[in-house]
């Protein structure tokens, strides 16, 4: 369906980037969120009545979730939100993310106007559905209200390449997740691919990776970064599932674990196969680092008190004056062995005179 609106753009000359729109006032209740979007809360938004009620402690979670059937969603109201998905999972610690950034940007909405409007378009029935600005609506029902209007960038017309528009706003916000970013990349490319193929139906070769880029929003060096981290699936799984590395170390684990394959079996070039053997070995390595524990600092050893005495004596008095065979003047403070020896000497002597 796509490839044949691009082609007929294409065929008809038409620029793919000249779509118009007209800023508007548009009731919050009348927008829909887009669920193919990185930032997508499978989300339930709640009248202001119930939003005031649940406020007041007049209706209580439960109630509220049986009232909107909300089990395995996030409940979003003037002045709540609820994460009614599993407790403990993936889903659900990803949302409890989202949910502090839309808390944060809805308080700054509170007091001071949005700087940029979120995108929509036209659906059917006088709805609208979000192109950009997923977390910006769902901030501004909770500043506002769903009954509430807002102002909105409003296209005429679902824009063609609506995946493209997601990644070009996606890539320049340094708060947004790793895994949203990626998944707004792969879209793009999918989307970039099909125009591809309209091009070539019309006539027309595949725009170059220095056309592609540009119309990205990005950087060269950025997409190179981008095209290595999407080549393995297993990388957008481990974000999704919370990965914390950053884009560049991840890029260098991938092209370190190619280079050592390669080496390994005297490679110039991976086939399919070699790419998931490759791909085994960086799930494994991201298992092992996973799996080790964080390094904890030693702690000061101590033997339990005997007395009362002995305790209050070491809290009330300067030990360092005591009879007690440690050398105060030449002992290593950073040495925990040797400070936690130097406690227990302290403690046996004032349990020997209590």
Known sequence: MLEQMLLSNLNNKAELDDESFEYKSIFLSSVVPDPTNGRFLPSICIDDEDARLFVARKLSKAQLTKLYQGENHVLIGKSIIINCLEHGSEDWKRASQTIGSIIELGDNISVSEMIQAPTLYPIEDGRFQILTGHRRFFALVYAKGYGAAAQFKVYDSKPLLTKVKQFQENASREDLPQYGKLQAFSNAVTEIEQLNK?????????????????????????????????????????????????????????????????????????????????????????????????????????????????????????????????????????????????????????????
């Open 198 to 354: 309209a091009r070539l139906q019309s006539g027309l070769s595949r725009l170059t990776v220095r056309e592609v880029v540009p119309k990205l929003g990005i950087s060269m060096g950025a997409y190179d970064n981008y095209k290595v981290l999407s080549r393995y699936p297993v990388v957008m799984s481990a974000y999704e599932r919370g990965c914390s590395y950053s884009f560049i170390k991840m890029k260098r684990l991938i092209l370190s674990l190619e280079s050592q394959y390669k080496e390994a079996h005297n490679k110039l070039t991976l086939n399919a196969m070699d790419k998931r053997a490759v791909s085994e070995l960086i799930e494994q390595q991201l298992q092992r680092i996973k799996k080790q524990p964080a390094k904890s600092k030693p702690p000061f050893i101590t033997t339990s008190f005997g007395s009362h005495t002995a305790l209050q004596r070491l809290l009330t008095q300067d030990v360092t004056q005591l009879a007690c065979g440690v050398d105060w003047p030449t002992l290593d403070w950073q040495d925990k062995k040797a400070v936690s020896e130097a406690l227990e000497r302290v403690i046996a002597h004032l349990e020997q005179e209590s």
